[in-house]
């Protein structure tokens, strides 16, 4: 039988069934306390809609409370819209909370396009909750509506 789990000064490992801990490779161990990983805290998607780019402030409760904001990894997308009278797009964006995306429209003007809606979020991670921030510009024309992809995570589950 094999040892699965040493505990000793160097810290804990436990391996994966049928491994002895003292023989097994990084990959072969479930458990080292020489390393950490955040843990996945939430996840989810915010659906901003034209309406949401009012000056806004809007929270996203994580369900608990940390010392210190925890981690946000972001993505955000748009429907990429083009045609002969304007064109809009955020397209993916990746980020990190803190982050600030941008959803704009423009027109053509001659052989340029020029810029008719722009709308604009900041995310911010808080101790409890997420923050969406947001503000446009609009020209007659409305900020296309965006979905965020968000997921929290913490190394102190």
Not at 10 to 20: F, H, I, T
Not at 62 to 74: D, E, I, K, N
Request: aromatic fraction near 14%; glycine fraction near 8%.
């Amino acid at each position: 039988m094999s040892k699965r789990v040493i505990l000793d000064q160097n810290g804990l490992k436990v391996s994966a069934p049928g491994q002895d801990a003292d023989t097994a490779l990084p990959y072969q161990l479930q458990f080292d306390s020489d390393f950490c990983a955040p843990g996945l805290v939430k996840r989810g998607t915010r659906y901003l809609s034209s309406a949401d780019f009012r000056y806004k402030t809007i929270t996203v409760p994580y369900g608990r409370s940390f010392a210190v904001p925890p981690m946000v990894l972001l993505g955000a997308y748009n429907t990429h819209i083009q045609g002969s009278n304007s064109w809009s797009g955020v397209n993916w964006v990746p980020g990190l909370a803190g982050a600030m995306f941008k959803s704009q429209v423009y027109k053509p003007s001659g052989s340029l396009y020029t810029t008719k809606a722009y709308g604009q979020v900041v995310i911010t991670p808080r101790n409890d909750h997420l923050e969406f921030k947001t503000w446009a510009f609009e020209d007659g024309y409305e900020v296309k509506p965006v979905t965020i992809h968000y997921a929290v995570m913490s190394y102190t589950l």
